[in-house]
């Protein structure tokens, strides 16, 4: 495995983000104006990066996030594997106050290490897990070094605790923002996360 730059983004704001409104594999929703406006204040903060690659999931608001960066003819690679989990009879609804305590209760069961646990017709972590781990091997081993991948804020937990070994009940402590960075070093050592949730180009939209 070669010396590898991953820019890991989560997808820009959504009207879904900004009404409450479950948001997951289901739902292929664009991003809303201050979405765009942060896609666009990414795209200027790094697009002195000589990226090889762009890697995102298959829905709208991951793809669109990145779009100026697909625009300058940098190869797109859209993964499926990279989608947000389903949280199956969720996806798509206002979260009222028992859906919302229902919500907590299935997190609450993850972090005590039930990982298994899913909504009805829905995903588990470990099920995401095992749908991303072929696109990180895809990712490691490509010629590419410096690339950029785009996805969902539940995905990025569960796949940072894949590749850096973090038990899955322990996902939370990977925090995220609409369009915040991490960025990920890989080497023969293994993979070192170098930079968490940086918001910074952010700054001018507030």
């Known amino acids: 495995m070669s010396t590898k730059k991953i820019y890991l983004v989560r997808h ?19 991003l809303n104006d201050t979405g765009r406006a942060q896609a666009n204040a990414f795209y200027e903060a790094y697009k002195h990066i000589a990226f090889d690659a762009v890697y995102t999931s298959a829905l709208n608001r991951s793809i669109e996030s990145v779009q100026a960066f697909i625009d300058n003819s940098i190869p797109h690679f859209i993964r499926p594997g990279l989608n947000e989990i389903s949280w199956g009879d969720m996806d798509g609804k206002v979260a ?25 017709g829905g995903e588990s972590p470990v ?29 990025i937990r569960i796949l940072l605790s894949l590749i850096t070994k973090t038990p899955l009940a322990d996902m939370d402590q ?16 293994g993979i070192e996360i170098t930079c968490s949730n940086d918001q910074r180009h952010l700054l001018g939209l507030q």
């Open 174 to 189: 990977f925090e995220h923002g609409n369009l915040c960075l991490y960025i990920l070093e890989s080497s023969v050592q």
């Open 96 to 120: 009222t106050a028992t859906e919302h305590n229902e919500y907590k209760e299935l997190l609450a069961r993850w972090q005590q290490g039930d990982v298994e646990c899913k909504r009805w």
């Open 127 to 155: 099920d995401v897990q095992k749908r991303q781990e072929p696109v990180i091997q895809e990712i490691l081993a490509s010629p590419h070094q410096t690339i950029l991948v785009c996805m969902h804020g539940r995905a």
């Open 12 to 30: 820009g704001q959504t009207e879904y983000n900004k009404k409450g409104i479950v948001q997951g594999s289901a739902v292929n929703s664009s």
